[in-house]
């Protein structure tokens, strides 16, 4: 029984890696390939986190793949992509008749640190973290957005980042600005200030 759960989740996870980059990868995603790089960091840091901090490593990296799933689909749902995330995640799960659906579910409905909702469970803090710290470890992907897609010239952009980084470090909780902290110097470094 603990072999076939554990396929079971296994072929959730390659399922939707393999998901995630197909959206990712077609024309209509505004964000580009670029985003599949980012939902691979936060993937990666929230695995990290949740094994650090002690949360549920299956549900937190479900939820990784997950987290950005409706803006990559459809960018009118950006506004509120945690929400209608959350209800695409729902119906992607049913399918594999996946037990920890209301985790996952808040986990994406509450890992935009720009949102004022209060995360309850560790699986949320890892999942808002790594979103957050994952801008530190695709810097390429957000100059490719403020200068491709949103036209911004070389000053403009450069600010741009720059404040994308600064908010993204002022979202992370407590723990995690300290654990992330000379990472996260160096990227400010590298592009002309530091947090």
């Not at 996870?13 to 990712?24: A, D, M, Y």
């Not at 010239?153 to 908010?167: A, D, H, P, S």
Request: aromatic share 10%; charged share 30%.
């Amino acid at each position: 029984m603990q072999a076939e759960t554990k396929k079971m989740r296994d072929d959730i996870i390659k399922f939707l890696q393999t998901e995630v980059k197909s959206r990712c990868e077609k024309e209509s995603n505004f964000f580009g390939i670029g985003c599949y790089y980012h939902i691979c960091a936060v993937v990666k840091n929230a695995v990290f986190l949740a094994e650090k901090y002690g949360g549920d490593v299956e549900a937190v990296t479900i939820a990784a793949w997950l987290h950005d799933i409706a803006s990559v689909t459809d960018y009118s749902l950006y506004e509120e992509h945690h929400i209608h995330g959350a209800k695409i995640a729902e119906k992607i799960l049913r399918n594999f008749e996946y037990d920890k659906i209301e985790l996952v579910k808040k986990c994406i409905l509450n890992h935009r640190g720009s949102r004022p909702n209060e995360k309850i469970t560790i699986e949320e803090m890892c999942i808002a973290d790594a979103d957050a710290i994952s801008h530190f470890d695709s810097v390429p992907s957000l100059f490719y957005l403020a200068y491709v897609k949103r036209g911004l010239n070389i000053g403009e952009g450069t600010e741009f980042v720059r404040r994308k980084l600064e908010q993204s470090f002022g979202k992370l909780s407590e723990d995690s600005k300290r654990l992330y902290f000379d990472r996260c110097s160096q990227v400010m470094r590298i592009i002309g200030t530091s947090n």
